[in-house]
Each structure stands twice: as structure tokens, then as C-alpha cells.
């Protein structure tokens, strides 16, 4: 009791913010944030906070009763110009259009759009039809103008907003994120200490005047950035080292990570879900706990090898893929950020006339980045794991951090731990069937238990039509990827057999990308004329071609028809696990779902043919397979309006229930030993 009475002012602030800043996340995550619209405004007014064009589209951020997302499709390359000369950040402008909820994630695990929004107070999505500017802004916002449209007019734009600006949304991370260097496009202390010391030398003041003057032009640098969380932080802990300096506050520099840390999320409450966030205060409070060594190449080692253990989860939860090269890759890259890349930009900016050796730096930076990225045989899929095992990861982590008697106990125990998630989901005597939701395409996957035969029937694929070359976009952000992320999230990195029905590029229009970023064993495609990405796929991958879908674990019928029509020459497949049948119809016709009707076996599950068109779905047909759920794969709001009102009204006279990917996102199936199998959605 009588230390408790001893506690020092520090330490209860300390406490005292703990508690504070516990409540407020605890709070936040029971409540449900309300919008301030009620959905149905087609008109709004406010400041610009963010914005972006990109090809022929303008994507913004407007502040009004509270921040919306808004997206304009420019029209000619003449308004494009103008958009750009007019907009600006601050400014306040009137738009009119629709208002809309943002989606959540089409495919289990991966990205959650609307999650994401969430956690920035943002409820609505704006589909702007008109926009006009009907106030300017105000001084803050034209410096912040002003200083943006230079570093936009610059070449390698992207990488002075990325490091200045802590803009990457220009930035094509995939390599770098892959590498596991993605952090040094984060602001962190190594860059505010730089843009503190090139502060102090040009203002050449000293003391406390000093002190005034650089806390001034932090402040200004935090609203330069938008408050980016990572950026806060370091400003945050830079100042409050000062204050410590000058009134001997009894802090150490964890306490000051710690007390910053609990400062903000009771500011924010939803910074905890920032990636950013998580990353910079993980890996800075770990750093409390290193000693310098004397050898810098040990002392760089050993912070790289702590930085990628304990930011591993983090890596796992959002990309289900790590890199385990990467410590080795950041012995290059680090110095090489640190020491030349990011103080060039400095120099640049202020000579411009060295631009040429600027280039040289950021190609040797991509080439480099390149390489490394070749070294495939680094990555490792991590599947989606507890929020338990990953609580004890940390632990083990943090014995291993505190440098206890025995370190190489912790490490063993880590990479233990790492290789059960690994192999977690191979544990599972169950049979998986997935109909991802890929918009207007189709996509399934069957996997057998314990993984040991993986079979992926089409890819899905989003129809792009040529634009103009202002219109392009330059982010390749793709469906994929996508794809790829929820294959990992499942422990999945390789397919034995990849099925492509039929040649239309809503059923293989992700093929070549899925094709290129994952192993594939087997390629099956039908004998009908090749369309341009079937001749791309067999002269790309001739050895991996096969004529017969064949497979250990599932039993397969096949009754396809040879046919001159593209959708009629899909492949057709009954397959079977644990006595649940599924009959894929590809985007057959009503005229070959009748010549095979006598052939086909009842079975379970249908997925329609051609998405529910008014083309498919025979009712004899229906009747004959007699199934006990339908399957309908389409887009949201597609424009060839499927599935067709004759489709659902053919299923409702048969009294056969269906879902729609359009309607309930991913449908998936677990089937049992014993036969009896559980759909979700």
C-alpha cells in the first residue's frame, strides 16, 4: 500500500491514459456510428480534404456533415485540365449525384471496403454527376496547394509525394510490399529527425525560440500530410522528447512511445485499426528494447530481424504472405533510403539541376527492388489465423524481444508457432466448394481434404475496353490479386488443375494474371476455336495443356458438347465429394441443357448456366436434375440484367431455393465425411 501512495506523477498519467484510452476503444467498437445522411441527398457542399485523378477518373474526399467518398468520371481531356487547375485541397465545392453504401468484401478475408470507411467516420460513397468550385480556399490550404502541384510537376512525382507528402496512392507498392520495404515509404523518425536538423540549420536558432519555430513547422508538416496516424506519431514523440529535454520531465523513451500511443487512440478510438498505425508503434516500441551494438552491420541486422518478427502478424492479418528474405533485403535498402533516397529529395527540391543523379537513384532503387522480388522462393503464405494464437505469438515474442536467459527458446517457439499456422488448415478432413463472387463472371472452387487436390473451374474477369491515352488509369490494382488473397487466406498457394470452360473473358479474364502469380499444374480447356487469351494461355504454357479433367479425390462426369457457338461449347462437369454432387453448366444453353438431359444424374447442387440468363435454365432440365439449391453467379446491377425474371420464376415453379453471388457475396460449402455438407454465404 505504501508504494502505491509512492507511485510517481508520471507513472498515474501514465495509468490514468491507459484506462482513459481503454474505455474509448472499448466504447467505440460496442457502439454503432450513425451517419448524419439519411442516404437520399443529391446535393452536397463542402471542403475538398483529398483528391486524386487518375485517367479519367476524379476520386475525392468532401467534408460536408461528415467526410464522404466521391468519384467523377471525366468526360474529355479538355475538362480534365480544367478539373485540375480548379481543384484544390480546401477548397469548397458543390456537387450533385447519388448517394451510396460502399461495399463490403466480395471474397471471404480479403479487403473490407466498407470496414475500412468505418473506421474514417465514412458511411456513404458519392456517384457525382456534376462538379463545380464555389469557394477558394484559405491561406493553410494554399501553401498546402502550392507546394502539391510543384512536387506533382516533378519527374518521379510519385516518390516525392510517398516520402514528403506520405502519399503512396501513386506509388505501384505490389514489389516493395512483397520485398518487405514497404515501411520505408512510412514518414518515420530517421525523416523528421532530417527535416528537423535542415530546419535548425536554415533558421539558426537555438533554445527555446528554436524549439517554437520547429514545433510551428511540424504542426504545419502534420496538416500537410492529413494527419496521417504514423506521421502524428512521430511528431508527437519528437516533441515531447523536447519538452522532457527542457523541463526534466522523468520519462524514459518507452514511456513516451507508451504514453503517445494511449494519447492518440483516446483522440481517435479507430486509429488501432490503421495499418500504419500498427506498424509504426509495434516495431517503435519493440526498438525501446535494443541496445545499440557496436558493429553498425550487427546493430542494422539484428533491427531488421526484430522489425519482421514482430510486424509479422500484422504483414499475415492484411496479405497472408511474408517474406522471410526481407530482413536481408533491408540490410540494403534502409541505408540506402535513409542516407541517400530520401535526403535527395531534399536536395532536389532545392537544386533541381541534379534531377539526372535523382534518376539514377530511384532506377537502380527499381531495379534492385526487381531482383529481389524474383527471389519468389522467400514467400510464405500465412492462412487467416486466430486472434488467440496470434495473442500468444506476441507473447513469445516479447519474451524473445526483453532478451530473457534463454532467446533461443523464444525463437524456436516462434517459428514452432509459425509452422502450425502454416499447416493448420491441411488438417481438415473436410471438402471445401467455394462460388467466389467475381461480379458478372464465373469462379469455383473445389478443394479436397486436407488440400491435396485444389481445383479452380474459371477465373472471373472484368471486360476492359480500350481508352484514350489521357484516360488510362495508372493503377493496376487488379481482380486477381484479389483472387490471390483469398486463395493465401485459406492456405492455399498452388492450384493442381485450372479449369477455363469456355473462352469469354468473364469466366478467364483473370486466367494469364492468376496464371503468372501462382503455381498451376493443369490446364483444361475446351476444343472449341481458341479466342485471343486461350491462344495466349497455350503458347505461354503449351507443357501444362491437357485435353480431360481428371482428379483422385472427386468423381467426375463430363458432358460436354462440341458446338460452334462459344457459350455452348463450355465444359459441363458433375463433380462429386462425400456423395454431395455440384453440376457446373459453364454458360450453356436451354438447346444443350435438353440434349443432355437424359445423360445428367440428379444432383445437389446446380450452378446455373450463363448467370441465370433467360437462355438457360430449361424446366425439364430443372426438373430432371432435381436439385436441392441453385446457384447463380452475376453481377450487381449488371447491364445484361441477370439473372432474368424467366429464370427465377422457372426455379420458384420447381420450388427450387437458390442464392446469387450478386445478393450474398461468396457462397461457400463445407462437405462432411459422413455426407452431409453446410452452406454459408
Known sequence: MKNFYHISLCKWILIFSFLWATGRVFFASLTIEESAFDGTESILMGEVVDYEID?????????????????????????KESLSDDLGYGKVIRVTGTLKQPLENALPNTFNYRKYLYYQHIHYLFEAESIQVVQEEVLPYQIKNKVANYLKELEHSEYFLA??????????????????????????????SLFVWMLTKLVRKQGLVGQLITFFFLSFYVFIVNFIPSVLRVVLIYELKQVRKYTGLNWTNREICVFVFFLMLIVEPFYLYDIGFQYSFLISFCFTYIKPKENRFVNLFYSSLVAFIVSLPITAIHFYEVNVFSVLFNLFFIPYVTYLFYPACFVVLLFPFFMPIFSLIVRLFEWINQICASFTIGLITIPKTSEVI????????????RKS?????????????????KIWPKFSNNSFVYFLDV?????????????????????????????????????????????????????????NTLVLTHGDYDHIGNALELLKLLSVDKIILNQNEDTYLEEE?????????????????????????????ENDASLVYRITSKSVSFLMMGDVSQTVEKKITSLVYPSNIIKLGHHGSYTSSNVSFLAHVHPDLAIISAGRDNRYHHPSQATLDTLSSLEIPYFNTAEVNTIFFVLYPNGQYLVNH
Request: net charge neutral; proline share 2%; aromatic share 12%.
Open 439 to 495: 461480379g458478372q463472371g464465373d469462379a469455383a472452387l473445389f478443394i479436397a481434404p486436407h488440400q491435396k487436390e485444389v481445383i479452380l473451374i474459371d477465373t472471373g474477369g472484368y471486360i476492359t475496353y480500350p481508352k484514350k491515352s489521357w484516360a488510362v488509369s495508372k493503377k493496376s490494382t487488379t481482380q486477381a490479386e484479389t483472387i490471390i488473397a483469398f486463395l493465401h487466406s485459406i492456405g492455399i498457394n498452388k492450384i
Open 163 to 192: 516520402f514528403l507528402f506520405g502519399d503512396t496512392s501513386m506509388l505501384d507498392m505490389s514489389l516493395s510490399r512483397q520485398n518487405g520495404i514497404s515501411h520505408l515509404f512510412a514518414v518515420s523518425g530517421m525523416h523528421i
Open 390 to 401: 496470434w495473442a500468444i505469438y506476441g507473447f513469445v515474442c516479447f519474451m524473445f524481444i
Open 537 to 565: 494461355i497455350k503458347r505461354l504454357y503449351p507443357e501444362k495443356i491437357d485435353s480431360k479433367l481428371s482428379s483422385s479425390f472427386f468423381q467426375i462426369q463430363e458432358y460436354t458438347q462440341e458446338s460452334e457457338d
Open 55 to 79: 485517367g479519367d477518373k476524379l476520386s475525392f474526399t468532401l467534408r460536408d456533415k461528415e467526410k464522404v467518398i466521391g468519384t467523377y468520371f471525366i468526360k474529355t481531356e479538355e475538362e
Open 405 to 421: 536467459k534463454r532467446p533461443k527458446v523464444s525463437l524456436v517457439l516462434l517459428i514452432s508457432l509459425l509452422m502450425l499456422i
